[in-house]
């Protein structure tokens, strides 16, 4: 999906396509459009915050609405669209999830299966990280549905996790003004750059464990017999 092309006066033409249609609801709804925007990424991933976002800033920096605004409603509007996804993944279960992924266009099974992972590999925690991580971002709250992860608080790490991306994206948007259309390049590198060192990170984590079972599994082996085989060797020895 490809954002409005900057022009090299440093002025902007008016954005067609997704960000078109995204302006125009803001220009209408104002704050509360950008918040029903996010909602609806939320719920249909293909939809990029890293255009959205960057344009809500842009929007604010004209003046056509508040930053604060801006922030709190995109907020609202990603926990509402994770409690959609929530409530999919609790009353429907993990089979008709999956069929129900494999329907949606530009979304794959696969792409659940691996929101599942990582809710399984780093537990909750991953609702509050998760919401930096594209496609992840929306249906790490799948599974956190299908785990009937506590309500209270899945949606206070979806508030603060969304918060922070909404800021850092929000906030360049409305910095660079006219050149809003930068940060999905940026976004992008940034992006994969963290993805790195997660697998890093994960790859280290199960070297130690690997390296912390073989430890154990050695140790076992070379440990002395228990009292009771001690006992039993001893009396089979004749007086």
């Given at each position: 999906?490809t954002?409005?092309t900057?022009?090299?006066?440093?002025?902007?033409?008016?954005?067609?396509?997704?960000?078109?249609w995204?302006?125009?609801?803001?220009?209408?709804?104002?704050?509360?459009?950008a918040?029903?925007?996010?909602?609806?990424?939320?719920?249909?991933?293909?939809l990029?915050?890293?255009?959205?976002l960057?344009l809500a800033?842009?929007?604010?920096?004209k003046?056509?609405?508040?930053?604060w605004?801006?922030?709190?409603?995109?907020?609202?509007?990603?926990?509402?669209?994770?409690l959609?996804?929530?409530?999919?993944?609790?009353?429907?279960?993990?089979e008709r999830?999956?069929?129900?992924?494999?329907?949606?266009?530009?979304?794959?099974?696969?792409?659940?299966?691996k929101a599942?992972?990582?809710?399984d590999?780093?537990?909750?925690?991953?609702?509050?990280?998760?919401?930096?991580?594209?496609?992840?971002?929306?249906?790490?709250?799948?599974?956190?549905?299908?785990?009937?992860?506590?309500?209270?608080?899945?949606?206070?790490?979806?508030?603060?996790?969304?918060?922070v991306?909404?800021?850092?994206?929000?906030?360049?948007?409305?910095?660079?003004?006219?050149?809003?259309?930068?940060?999905?390049?940026?976004?992008?590198t940034?992006t994969?750059?963290l993805?790195?060192?997660?697998a890093?990170a994960?790859?280290?984590?199960?070297?130690?464990?690997?390296a912390?079972n073989?430890?154990?599994?050695?140790?076992?082996g070379?440990?002395?017999?228990?009292?009771g085989?001690?006992?039993?060797?001893?009396?089979g020895?004749p007086s």
């Open positions: 999906m954002s409005a900057v022009a090299s006066t440093g002025t902007s033409p008016a954005p067609d396509g997704i960000a078109g995204a302006m125009g609801l803001m220009d209408a709804l104002g704050a509360p459009g918040g029903l925007i996010v909602a609806l990424e939320h719920v249909f991933p293909p990029p915050s890293e255009v959205i960057p800033g842009f929007s604010a920096g003046g056509r609405m508040a930053l605004e801006v922030l709190v409603w995109t907020t609202l509007g990603a926990v509402a669209g994770a959609v996804l929530y409530g999919l993944g609790a009353l429907l279960g993990r999830i999956h069929a129900l992924a494999a329907k949606v266009p530009l979304v794959k099974p696969s792409d659940v299966e599942e992972d990582w809710f590999r780093h537990g909750r925690r991953t609702v509050l990280f998760g919401r930096m991580v594209p496609v992840i971002r929306s249906l790490i709250s799948v599974p956190a549905g299908l785990e009937r992860m506590p309500l209270a608080t899945f949606c206070a790490l979806t508030a603060i996790g969304s918060l991306w909404n800021t850092l994206l929000v906030v360049a948007g409305y910095l660079l003004g006219d050149n809003w259309s930068r940060v999905e390049q940026y976004v992008g940034g994969n750059i993805l790195g060192l997660a890093a994960i790859l280290l984590w199960a070297g130690r464990r690997v912390e073989r430890r154990s599994s050695s140790g076992d070379n440990s002395p017999a228990p009292d085989d001690r006992n039993s060797t001893t009396s020895k």
